[in-house]
């Protein structure tokens, strides 16, 4: 594996291996790599002739008083595993490379970016997409993997994608759930063990929640109301918010659709903003 810090060097990597006909998987990380993210470079690899793993802490997605400056950095670790689980480059470029100081140009998705974590992060999805485009272009992959548990965030970029009419098939991984249930996170790291007990509450809820849908229950309004009084009754919990939406669209559902209704939660576990979603 080599690992490339270079902007020019990364596309002119790109470049040469589409014009020798091979294809580019990429799998666009902020690092700090988990079993999660270890699960979509296996997708990477199974579907592509070489892997490019990205790992930038993008300071474009972050809100001024979020953490962007606390966020692990761990890229001895994440070299290594990136090393063992088979990818073929490690695209690590530095901050100053991708947004120097005269930076001006965004993306902005206006429909599938608004609701749920776009109420509270106002300026998020638009660095996600905005970062997602630069490293597309820099990559020049065919497919790049990303991971359902951002189901939003996995939403808003391929309606970037299919707005935009970008040459890149974007392929979605499963979320990966540790033995208890909790869905694999890099912000898991911040939880103490109280706090971790506390969180496990939030797939428990959700698993509340899809049972209820498979015995029957149809209401939505039930549905969340039960979710929210399972999290609210954890005293280190504050529930941001439990929708059901749309899959495709991440926009409010008033009906259980098999197959396309998503259940979405985001809670505060004292300082820790966790989000999770199940379909239902
Ligand atoms: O999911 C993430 O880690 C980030 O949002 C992404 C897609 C790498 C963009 O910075």
């Not at 947004?99 to 608004?114: G, H, I, K, L, N």
């Not at 990303?146 to 392929?171: H, S, W, Y």
């Not at 698993?207 to 280190?236: C, F, P, Q, W, Y």
Request: hydrophobic residues 40%.
């Amino acid at each position: 594996m080599q690992t490339i810090q270079s902007v020019n060097k990364m596309q002119s990597y790109a470049i040469e291996v589409r014009s020798s006909g091979d294809s580019i998987a990429l799998v666009p990380t902020m690092g700090s790599l988990h079993k999660g993210h270890l699960s979509l470079i296996d997708i990477a690899k199974e579907k592509a002739d070489k892997v490019i793993v990205s790992i930038f802490v993008n300071p474009t997605q972050f809100g001024p008083s979020e953490d962007y400056k606390k966020y692990p950095r761990v890229l001895k670790e994440d070299t290594k595993k990136c090393e063992e689980r088979g990818a073929d480059v490690l695209f690590t470029p530095p901050v100053e490379a991708m947004f120097p100081a005269d930076y001006s140009a965004y993306v902005q998705e206006e429909r599938f970016s608004r609701g749920l974590c776009g109420v509270s992060r106002p300026h998020h999805f638009r660095g996600v997409t905005t970062v997602c485009l630069k490293l597309f272009n820099i990559a020049l992959p065919n497919l790049a993997v990303f991971g359902l548990k951002d189901a939003q965030q996995c939403a808003v970029i391929r309606k970037m994608v299919t707005d935009f009419n970008l040459p890149v098939q974007i392929v979605i991984g499963p979320t990966h759930r540790d033995e208890d249930g909790m869905a694999t996170s890099t912000r898991n790291v911040y939880l103490t063990d109280l706090q971790r007990q506390e969180a496990l509450c939030i797939s428990k809820s959700l698993k509340i929640a899809k049972d209820m849908v498979d015995s029957g229950t149809k209401n939505v309004d039930r549905i969340v109301a039960e979710v929210t009084h399972h999290l609210s009754s954890k005293r280190r919990i504050r529930v941001i918010y439990v929708q059901v939406v749309d899959r495709d669209t991440m926009e409010p559902s008033n009906e259980i659709i098999r197959g396309r209704s998503l259940l979405c939660a985001a809670a505060w576990v004292d300082q820790t903003r966790l989000i999770d979603n199940i379909e239902l």
